[in-house]
């Protein structure tokens, strides 16, 4: 009896543990790219911690894997460490146009020094590895954040 309890009281500790851990919000994320000629955009949207390491691939727009090597710095985090992206990709942008996705973000990564880091490739073109980055903080999260390449800006919403 007692090595019951014990089991169903570690089982419980551990789910209780972990649903803390693995609590998120989704963010409505709204790009807008600016105005340049050439091919649609490669952007790939990633969880960077205090480092400024690669922590999580969070969206990619471009759903062609051809094209992810010219997303340089991410390719050398994704290839040492592949995972299964489907569920985050999406059509390329283009110049001038608009992107509207949902992000999911580990609650426990706000005010923690994490940004989000949009990296950027064109081809042909030049090639951005923080064409945007914003701070995942309070103050971050709610701001409108400008680029510096091919993205003019992004906004986030809590959903």
Same mark, same amino acid.
């Given at each position: ?12 500790i551990?789910?209780? @543990? ?15 790219? @600016? ?5 649609g955009?490669?952007?790939v ?7 400024g /390491?690669? /922590?999580k ?18 390719? !050398?985090?994704? &290839? !040492?460490? =592949?995972?299964?992206? &489907?569920? !985050? ?18 609650? @426990? ?6 940004k ?18 914003? =701070? ?7 701001a409108k ?10 906004r986030?919403?809590?959903?």
């Amino acid at each position: 009896m007692k090595s019951i309890l014990k089991i169903s009281l570690v089982a419980l500790i551990y789910l209780f @543990s972990f649903e803390a851990s693995a609590q998120t919000s989704k963010y409505k994320c709204m790009l807008q790219m @600016s105005n340049y000629v050439g091919e649609g955009a490669y952007i790939v949207v990633s969880l960077v911690n205090a480092k400024g /390491d690669y /922590d999580k691939t969070l969206y990619v727009m471009g759903d062609n894997k051809k094209w992810y090597k010219t997303l340089k710095e991410w390719h !050398k985090f994704y &290839s !040492k460490k =592949p995972t299964d992206i &489907s569920a !985050k990709t999406g059509a390329s942008v283009t110049g001038g146009d608009r992107s509207i996705t949902t992000l999911e973000i580990e609650d @426990s990564k706000i005010n923690k020094g994490y940004k989000l880091r949009f990296e950027t490739a064109v081809e042909d073109n030049k090639y951005y590895t923080t064409d945007l980055e914003i =701070p995942l903080t309070t103050e971050g999260i709610a701001a409108k954040t400008e680029g510096k390449g091919y993205i003019r800006y992004v906004r986030l919403n809590k959903l």
